[in-house]
């Protein structure tokens, strides 16, 4: 997951390459930034109108430098007025884009996610059911794996109630369960499944280790070492939720679990 600033409670691609990506300051296709561009207002000026060009190299530079600017200072005063439009921005790109694009889109709405905090939740609720659709559906591991991370994110930063989070959990879990699952998707959908796990009652957690200890026999064997360290980890998360439910209960549980798996 990338870095967090608070904890709630509970097609084709561009052409450019990531150099030209990571230089923040110079527009793809121009000499130099505009001399706007010497104060963080131009800068972020500069990469919303990038989004709204026609070449997708454009696009995926605005997009990428809105998230630097948001990574290097999440309480840079644009974001809480412009996240409406900065979240449509993102979803657009994720809907119309190449998958380097909709990638790029999924960054941003993970960034302005953590950037306004508990005060997501209205960002958050305008692109939910879209991201939890293109979660499901998008043909591109690599771009369901960003979906999982900023779906929850918005989840975990607007605290959301059980129901609603359980309801992603759920999406998470089919990328998971399958053993022949891409890297690219399986890494972050186990990270992000246990964000938000992490933020569900003990006693949720508790009555759920035994279908959960199953369900991640798939990553848990995935020939990609990350993947099988989420796996351990997201495990380790959901036992000690149960320890501390019921040591007792707990204890004899893991006990039928290991006398099951030498059977």
């Known amino acids: 997951m990338p870095f967090v600033k608070g904890k709630a409670k509970k097609g084709k691609g561009g052409s450019e390459d990531n150099e030209t990506l990571s230089n923040t300051s110079t527009r793809p296709g121009s000499a130099s930034g505009s001399e706007d561009d010497d104060n963080e207002s131009g800068k972020m000026s500069s990469f919303v109108d990038a989004l709204t060009e026609k070449r997708s190299s454009s696009r995926e530079w605005g997009l990428h430098g809105i998230t630097e600017l948001i990574k290097a200072d999440p309480e840079l005063p644009e974001v809480e007025s412009m996240a409406s439009s900065l979240a449509e921005y993102a979803m657009s790109a994720i809907k119309k884009g190449g998958p380097k694009e909709a990638c790029l889109g999924a960054d941003l709405l993970t960034a302005l996610f953590i950037s306004l905090g508990e005060g ?138 290991l006398a099951e798996e030498e059977e």
């Not at 591109?140 to 994110?153: D, P, Q, Y």
């Open 120 to 257: 997501c939740e209205e960002t958050y609720g305008e692109v939910e059911d879209s991201l939890k659709l293109y979660l499901k559906n998008h043909r591109s591991s690599s771009v369901r794996g960003k979906l999982a991370e900023a779906a929850a994110m918005g989840s975990f930063m607007s605290a959301q109630d059980d129901v609603d989070a359980c309801a992603l959990l759920a999406l998470l879990q089919a990328e998971i369960s399958d053993l022949k699952g891409h890297k690219d998707a399986a890494l972050p959908c186990t990270r992000a499944w246990s964000l938000l796990a992490s933020a569900l009652p003990d006693a949720f957690l508790a009555a759920r280790v035994r279908p959960w200890t199953k369900m991640f026999a798939a990553p848990l064997a995935h020939k990609e070492v990350e993947v099988r360290t989420a796996a351990t980890e997201a495990l380790a998360l959901v036992f000690e939720a149960a320890w501390r439910h019921d040591a007792a209960a707990a204890s004899k549980l893991a006990k039928e679990l």
